[in-house]
């Protein structure tokens, strides 16, 4: 997977783009480990990346969800044995 950020939060630490393989456009958000930090993709639709990128503020709440772990569902990788918490 090549993920491309099209647009950076460096305020509130999170982007949006699009995955190039598939088309696919996501928000993500960094998080660490004890040995690493990465970052977790979610999945989001064309309508909402617009949305997002014509005003990254709207994104502020989908954002708190996947922070809270309640967007899972979405993510475009399965989080690994040693999950990360958000930073």
Same mark, same amino acid.
């Given at each position: 997977?090549? &993920?491309?950020?099209?647009?950076?939060?460096?305020?509130?630490?999170?982007?949006?783009?699009?995955?190039?393989?598939?088309?696919?456009?996501?928000?993500?958000?960094?998080?660490?480990?004890?040995?690493?930090?990465?970052? $977790?993709?979610?999945?989001?639709?064309?309508?909402? &990346?617009?949305? &997002?990128?014509?005003?990254?503020?709207?994104?502020?709440? &989908?954002?708190?969800?996947?922070?809270?772990?309640?967007?899972?569902?979405?993510?475009?990788?399965?989080?690994?044995?040693?999950?990360? $918490?958000?930073?």
């Amino acid at each position: 997977m090549i &993920f491309k950020d099209k647009k950076i939060n460096k305020e509130h630490r999170f982007s949006i783009g699009v995955e190039e393989m598939s088309g696919k456009y996501f928000v993500s958000i960094p998080v660490s480990n004890s040995y690493v930090d990465y970052e $977790e993709y979610y999945e989001i639709d064309e309508s909402q &990346f617009q949305l &997002f990128y014509q005003n990254m503020e709207l994104a502020l709440s &989908f954002v708190k969800l996947c922070r809270e772990r309640k967007k899972d569902h979405l993510l475009l990788q399965p989080p690994g044995d040693l999950r990360g $918490e958000p930073m």
